[in-house]
């Protein structure tokens, strides 16, 4: 999520979300759920390939089985129990606050309702300070039903990652904007320096062997020039129409986020505009992700160029 929250959500909010999209899910069809029902799941060399065919990869947030029961019916590529949860569910001003158990316990209620979508698990901050804790929460989060983990950081964790890769456990890339150390949300690329690290954090983090990588809040051409200079899928959010796939906040998605919480008391342009009811919008997210018609220039960023497809 993009900007500190001002204060909890009240039980009686939380209430409200989680009845807004179990009555979305009422209304969609109805489709056994549980592992035990998991069709053809989505695994990571199903990205790689995507990537190569010239697919798009849809990516959304789930953080409770109701979350994860819409979009995995949706029939989304990969849902990411994001650390944006802590604010979503548990009220915290950032991520900064949110813990291990609390990833743990949203990581176990998606996989347990997810039956087809790739679920990885966000390494929340300080799980994965040293390559020995990084190794043994990595396996947390299998135990408790990821597929694969994400951590954030570029240049800086190569050694993290090898070490999570090595025990076994795919990794999952974060760059640019990375909320759990920076909380200045401005947009990353905009100086030649700046494009310099971020490539550098994307070769890094690919020789360090994840299997993709997000780009949060990145200038458009600088996105295009990461997705094309490694062989792994990127995945943006705010981060222009180029990237092998899209991201997005499900809070967001579903105008659940109060967007008096964002300085400009609007959410980011990147957000875009949504139909009200869940399922549709679920829908219409992914829809527009494969056709590429989301996120058009209007919800991009780009510095020195107009941003064309
Ligand atoms: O926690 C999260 O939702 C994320 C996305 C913004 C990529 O990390």
Redesign the pocket.
């Known amino acids: ?1 993009f900007a500190p929250s001002q204060g909890p959500p009240s039980s009686q909010q939380r209430g409200v979300r989680q009845r807004f999209i179990a009555g979305a899910l009422a209304r969609m069809d109805e489709r056994p759920a549980g592992k035990a029902h998991k069709p053809a799941s989505i695994s990571v060399s199903d990205l790689a390939e995507m990537k190569r065919a010239g697919r798009k990869i849809t990516v959304l ?1 789930a953080y409770q089985t109701e979350d994860a029961l819409l979009v995995d019916r949706a029939g989304v590529d990969v849902i ?1 129990v ?4 802590g604010m979503a569910l548990l009220g915290y001003a950032d ?1 900064t606050h949110v813990t291990l158990d609390d990833m743990l316990w949203m990581t176990r209620s998606v996989a347990n309702a997810n039956t087809r979508a790739l679920v990885v698990g ?1 390494m929340p901050i300080h799980s994965y300070d040293t390559p020995d804790t990084a190794v043994e929460n990595a396996r947390k989060f299998i135990k408790a039903g990821a597929d694969v983990v ?1 951590l954030e950081g570029g240049v800086e964790k190569k050694d993290i990652v090898k070490a999570i890769v090595s025990a076994g456990i795919p990794v999952m890339g ?1 760059i640019a904007h990375t ?1 759990q150390t920076d909380r200045r949300h401005v947009i990353e690329g905009k100086t030649l320096a700046e494009e310099g690290k971020l490539l550098a954090d994307a070769k890094a983090l690919e020789e360090a062997g994840v299997f993709a990588i ?1 780009i ?1 809040l990145a200038d458009a051409a600088v996105s295009k020039k990461i997705t094309e200079s490694v062989r792994i899928p990127t995945i943006g ?1 705010g981060a222009g129409p180029h990237t092998d796939g899209q ?1 997005l ?1 499900l809070d967001d998605l579903l105008g659940l986020t109060d967007p008096a919480k964002f300085p400009s008391g609007r959410l980011p342009k990147f957000v875009g505009e949504w139909p009200k009811d869940p399922a549709s919008a679920v829908k219409q997210y992914i829809e527009k992700v494969r056709s590429g018609a989301f996120p058009g220039p209007s919800e991009s960023y780009s510095v020195l160029a107009p941003v064309t497809k």
């Open positions: 999520m947030t990411l994001g650390d944006s949860g991520t966000d994400k974060h909320p997000v949060e959010i991201v906040v």
